[in-house]
């Protein structure tokens, strides 16, 4: 079964902090990988997307990388502000076409 | 570009009616994908189009639950009867797949309903 979990659930720091969330999944036969952002009351904002033959991409203060063979990626936010505090999901496509999303992180960042 | 447009935002309903739910692909996309959202199982697809067609709905959980995609510009999702587990957030979302790319997808902000 094609699973995506993320590590920790929650994730409470101060401003100013470098952080590290958390994707694994089960099935390594992936076709891209995706950290999405989700605000409450809103959609999902795509952040970064990484086709399987990368190993990471980058977009101003957030990094996120993919290794395949232990099947993981993390999403690396620089410096955070409290205007980063959101829900993150990770999602993994497959040849189904289906993204298969993890439970999501819950970041607040205090001033 | 207006984003992926869904309505209504917030749908309260009581059990035994029926509820239609609305989304708005961003023009050109020639992909539109439904998904529920809840505490317990997170984000789960539903249903998916490719150029109006329904290419798989294996996540559509019970018969009470059906999609139309009637042209390039609009869908409905529709739950007859409602069920209070039907409680959720529905999100849809479209991407443009050209030459087989799996692209992004983009997503509306949502529908929230209750079911009473």
């Known amino acids: 079964k094609q699973e995506v979990t993320q590590i920790p659930a929650a994730l409470s720091v101060p401003e100013g902090e470098n952080l590290v969330l958390n994707c694994s999944f089960t099935?390594?036969?992936?076709?891209?990988l995706q950290w999405f952002r989700q605000d409450p009351g809103k959609g999902l904002t795509s952040l970064l997307l990484?086709?399987?033959?990368?190993r990471e991409q980058t977009s101003g203060r957030l990094n996120a990388s993919l290794d395949k063979s232990s099947g993981r990626s993390t999403l690396y936010i620089a410096a955070s502000q409290p205007g980063d505090s959101a829900t993150y999901l990770c999602?993994?496509?497959?040849?189904?076409?289906?993204?298969?999303f993890g439970t999501g992180t819950r970041l607040q960042v205090f001033p | 570009d207006a984003g992926v447009i869904q309505s209504p935002r917030h749908e309260v309903t009581e059990m035994g009616q029926e509820v239609t739910l609305r989304c708005k692909p961003i023009s050109g996309h020639n992909s539109l994908f439904w998904y529920r959202q809840t505490m317990m199982r997170g984000l789960e697809l539903l249903i998916y189009f490719n150029n109006n067609v329904p290419i798989d709905d294996s996540g559509m959980p019970e018969d009470r639950f059906s999609a139309k995609m009637p042209n390039a510009s609009f869908s409905t999702l529709k739950i007859q009867p409602s069920e209070p587990r039907d409680s959720a957030v529905y999100l849809c979302?479209?991407?443009?797949?050209?030459?087989?790319?799996?692209?992004?997808?983009?997503f509306g902000p949502g529908t929230r309903l209750t079911v009473l």
């Open positions: 999602a993994v496509l497959y040849n189904t076409d289906k993204l298969i």
């Open positions: 099935d390594s036969a992936i076709y891209n």
């Open positions: 979302a479209s991407r443009l797949a050209l030459g087989g790319g799996r692209d992004t997808q983009y």
């Open positions: 990484i086709q399987s033959s990368q």
